[in-house]
């Protein structure tokens, strides 16, 4: 699962008076040629760009030296239509199909002329791949496509399938789709900038996927990014520019803002997967929050909490939630999650939250019970995977002691711990023994649509 994409660019006032931007107007370098069937002839063109265009005058077609076949002046395409020219005579073999712009094919008139085309079949020279070749329109007097392992009828055809048809690993072999091209997604990436007034400048990307969120920085650096504005849809933002030389860049690829989730506490404690079974198990009701990098409810090696120690000695929420209320009031929490717990076990329950992209972060737990202050749980759990709210995460949970209190048994007395040990995982009897303790269940997070 792939993260935002970003595309970045440097600029500055110096920079700025070299600035350009895409042009608009219609191009005859729209124009590919996108499929081709050998045996029948049949030869697909298409306007793979953004406005009409049509031909004038008589375009030519020219495979082995072969120049009759035309393609009649006014003909016109619309932005990404596919039209289907039969030529004569093309050979099914070994040969070449080239565009003209006008009846001139050799030399620099043939190259200022020669629009695209292909050459299939063999690394023989047999025509017009030279012009080509230092046209810009073609790889390589040498570089062909190869056609199917089989004699003419083809099952397949030569077809564009990558983001250049003027080389020869962009095509492919693919079953016959003529009129149905459907050019690929261009690589994101900004592509012009210009000063559209004093101290304003113009920035274009293209490809990517909305919404996009445009960033500065003066650096560059990882963590120097700051967000411009709210994410949009468009493809261009017009902004501010002044003083030094700063970097802008764009992001795609963007996960939601927001989204929410079903977790599953199941439990799979039992006397078969933990022999010393107390009468009564259960679990506590859920507890915890969403929340961001600069808190933690807890964490192995950290001593517990007043919420974490009532929570593993007596399955408290309290003063756990008030914590989590606190945090949210500073600033570096969001929700406070509250949930139901297992009266027995095994079994299961779920919890309905909602987490951002400020507050991507879970810790949940519930009290093993009984017990002296063991639980089980989750800590500062991001639910971004590879910089994408994951669609289905499970999450094992083994045992911990909130090194609050010393009982060796599920059912041992209060033995307060003094002073407080740090919490840690319980790897020893009585929940398993020689490091071997198996888990209590686990936390299945499932986004909902």
């Known amino acids: 699962m792939q993260g935002p994409v970003r595309s970045t660019i440097a600029i500055g006032v110096a920079i700025l008076s070299f600035a350009s931007s895409i042009p608009g107007s219609a191009a005859v370098s729209d124009l590919w040629i996108t499929e081709v069937v050998p045996d029948t002839g049949q030869v697909e063109v298409t306007n793979t760009g953004a406005v009409p265009v049509t031909i ?28 289907v020219f039969t030529v004569a005579g093309l050979d099914a073999n070994l040969s070449e199909i080239w565009l003209y712009q006008a009846p001139a094919y050799g030399g620099a008139v043939g190259e200022a002329s020669i629009v695209g085309g292909v050459k299939y079949g063999g690394s023989t020279i047999v025509g017009r791949e030279g012009v080509a070749t230092n046209a810009g329109v073609w790889d390589g007097t040498a570089s062909f496509v190869p056609l199917p392992p089989t004699v003419p009828p083809f099952a397949q055809s030569l077809q ?8 020869a690993a962009h095509w492919a072999l693919a079953t016959p789709n003529l009129g149905s091209y459907s050019p690929p997604k261009p690589p994101f990436a900004i592509t ?19 919404p996009y ?56 404690w039992t006397p078969e997967t933990h022999p010393d079974f107390p009468s009564g198990a259960h679990f506590t009701g859920l507890i915890g929050g969403t929340h961001g990098s600069d808190v933690a409810f807890w964490e192995p090696d950290s001593l517990a909490s007043p919420g974490i120690r009532n929570m593993a000695e007596t399955g408290s929420k309290s003063p756990l939630n008030a914590e989590v209320n606190a945090a949210i009031t500073a600033g570096t929490a969001e929700n406070l999650l509250s949930g139901g717990g297992l009266s027995a076990t095994p079994g299961s329950v779920t919890l309905r939250f909602s987490a951002s992209l400020d507050f991507p972060l879970v810790s949940l737990v519930s009290m093993i019970a009984p017990s002296p202050d063991w639980f089980v749980g989750v800590h500062g759990l991001s639910l971004l995977v590879d910089g994408q709210w994951a669609a289905d995460l499970t999450v094992e949970l083994p045992p911990y002691d909130a090194g609050t209190d010393s009982g060796g048994t599920f059912t041992s007395g209060n033995v307060e711990t003094f002073p407080p040990a740090p919490i840690s995982r319980i790897t020893g009897p009585p929940l398993g023994a020689e490091g071997e303790v198996a888990p209590f269940g686990t936390f299945r997070f499932v986004r909902v649509p």
């Open 213 to 268: 969120q445009v960033q500065s920085s003066i650096t560059g650096t990882t963590g120097s990014w700051q967000n411009l504005g709210a994410r949009t849809d468009a493809k261009s933002i017009t902004l501010a520019v002044s003083g030094t030389t700063r970097f802008f860049r764009v992001l795609t690829g963007l996960p939601d803002l927001t989204a929410i989730y079903d977790v599953t506490f199941t439990s799979t």
């Open 192 to 210: 012009g900038i210009s000063l559209v007034e004093s101290g304003m400048a113009n920035i274009v990307w293209r490809g990517g996927e909305a």
């Open 160 to 167: 564009v399938k990558g983001p250049n048809p003027f080389a």
């Open 56 to 83: 004038t005058p008589n375009f030519r077609w020219c495979h082995r030296f072969s120049y009759a076949a035309v393609v009649a002046s006014d003909t016109s395409f619309a932005p990404g239509e596919s039209r």
